[in-house]
Every structure is written in C-alpha cells, then in structure tokens.
C-alpha cells in the first residue's frame, strides 16, 4: 500500500474523529505512540516496536490530514532520492 492510499483509509476510518478531537489532542496521542515506542525500544521488544511504528505512522497521517497535507508528496518534496545537504547516495555528510 502507498502512503497516499493508507492516508486515504484512515481518512476514511477516523478523520470525524480525529475531526471532534481536534488538532491538538490528535498531536497529544502521536506523542503518546512515539512515547509507547521508546519504552518498547529501550526493551529492545522486537514485536512492540513493530506495532508501536505502526501506531506512530497513523496517528502522523491522522494529523497529516486535519492539516490537509498530502503525505506522500511531502516526503517526495523533502526527501528526493539522495541526501539533502550532501545530495549523495548514499550520504556523506558528517555525523552530526
């Protein structure tokens, strides 16, 4: 599935909910996920970190689409086949 199609079926599934709950609560749960898939990093727990990345990319797409943004052509637009800064493939930039 493309990102553009999965943005569509959770369109489809939740944005009246996401729509009643609002921006910002929407942001509050992605930051929920992404704090339920650091613990399941620092455990090192193979399966949670799976469905918590899983959990993370929704509920980015949910917020992605009570701002109207078309995820797919943003990633396009700011990740275009090579390194942003150096523009190699694969990057050659200083570790930071």
């Known amino acids: 599935m493309r990102i ?3 943005q ?5 599934l939740y944005y009246e909910k996401d729509l009643k709950r609002g921006k910002e609560k ?3 749960w992605l930051i929920e996920e992404m704090g339920e898939l650091a613990e399941a990093v620092r455990k090192n727990d193979l399966n949670s970190i799976r469905e918590e990345m899983a959990d993370v990319f929704a509920w980015l797409v949910s917020l992605a689409n009570l701002y109207d943004v078309d995820l797919e ?3 396009k637009e ?3 086949g090579r390194c942003i800064k ?4 694969p ?3 200083d570790e930071r």
Not at 8 to 12: D, T
């Open 4 to 6: 553009r199609e999965f």
């Open 8 to 12: 569509e079926l959770i369109k489809k």
């Open 26 to 28: 929407t942001m509050l």
């Open 73 to 75: 052509s943003a990633v």
């Open 78 to 80: 700011k990740y275009p």
């Open 86 to 89: 150096c523009g190699k493939i």
């Open 91 to 93: 990057c050659e930039c």
